[in-house]
């Protein structure tokens, strides 16, 4: 065992399989005490069951760890309280709270019903505020702790997945927010964009240059977490097998102004696309690339 987290307590939601499990088993191996939370559903949100939960703890402890589980709902308010209170009550204090539970429910958005949007947003965005904003409360006391929320590279945007996409960048925005919100009290928030095989990639309808394996994720986690990385606050990192890479901080690009009477939709037709502009869409370009090789009946690459 390792002792990057040695002393710290850990809460893992979405930590039954896949990226989660992974992060829950990493943050074991380095010292941590871990709170696994699953509420055990299906991609598709439904069929819970505690036992993916109760699963990996018997692993951490099998390995000499120290673990409880947590089938609770991320998506009430209840159940992210109920992990916090957890780590807690069962380990007197909470140093991190990883948030990677997710579900998708995939449709084009002329299609989408609220059925399909709301369970998605409520599980990714509002399951990461609820623990978020426990966390946050016990971390606050304390002036020190880590949140780091999950986001993916669809938080640009995707063609059928408009819940999952608009989840993924409140969640950037979620962070960016605690980051700020909590400097002045010792505590950090980052967001994790992981490409890994999961249930939830195995769908994805191309073949991704960059894909690695849920635990290429977790040592990057366990960093984030560890004394080693007080001082980064506020980052989105991408994780994908061998490659870590930073996101840019949103900024403006350009921008003009009216002179003299304020603008009128003739001066910006005039002025605008000469001097303001736009910022091309990289995945627009995959998507004519996606459809040009679905007439061909080839995978494209992105």
């Not at 984030?224 to 490659?243: M, N």
Request: include cysteine.
């Amino acid at each position: 065992m390792g002792d990057f987290l040695t002393g710290k307590v850990i809460a893992i939601t979405g930590a039954g399989r896949g990226i989660g499990r992974a992060v829950a088993l990493a943050c074991a191996a380095e010292g941590a005490k871990v709170v696994v939370n699953d509420h055990g559903v299906s991609i598709e949100g439904g069929e819970p069951t505690s036992e993916v939960a109760a699963a990996v703890v018997k692993e951490i402890e099998a390995a000499g760890g120290d673990a409880v589980a947590v089938a609770d709902d991320v998506a009430t308010m209840s159940g992210g309280a109920r992990i916090v209170a957890t780590a807690v009550e069962t380990y007197g204090r909470i140093d991190g709270a990883v948030c990677v539970a997710g579900i998708l429910r995939e449709r084009m958005l002329f299609n989408m019903t609220e059925q399909e949007w709301d369970p998605v947003v409520a599980t990714h965005l509002k399951g990461t505020f609820t623990v978020f904003r426990a966390a946050s409360a016990v971390m606050r006391q304390q002036r020190s702790g880590t949140l780091i929320g999950f986001t993916s590279g669809n938080h640009q945007g995707s063609a059928s997945q408009a819940n999952y996409s608009a989840a993924k960048g409140g969640i950037i925005s979620l962070v960016r927010s605690a980051a700020l919100g909590l400097h002045k009290y010792g505590v950090t928030a980052n967001c994790v964009a992981p490409i890994a095989r999961t249930r939830m990639s195995a769908n994805v309808p191309m073949e991704l240059k960059e894909m690695g394996e849920p635990e290429d994720v977790a040592p990057f986690v366990v960093y984030l977490l560890s004394d080693r990385a007080r001082d980064i606050t506020g980052q989105v990192y991408t994780v994908a097998g061998p490659k870590i890479a930073v996101w840019a901080q949103p900024r403006e690009l350009r921008a003009a102004y009216a002179e003299g009477g304020g603008w009128t939709p003739q001066r910006i037709a005039d002025l605008l696309p000469g001097t303001v502009g736009t910022d091309p869409m990289p995945l627009l370009a995959q998507l004519d690339a996606m459809r040009r090789a679905a007439a061909t009946g080839d995978r494209p690459n992105a």
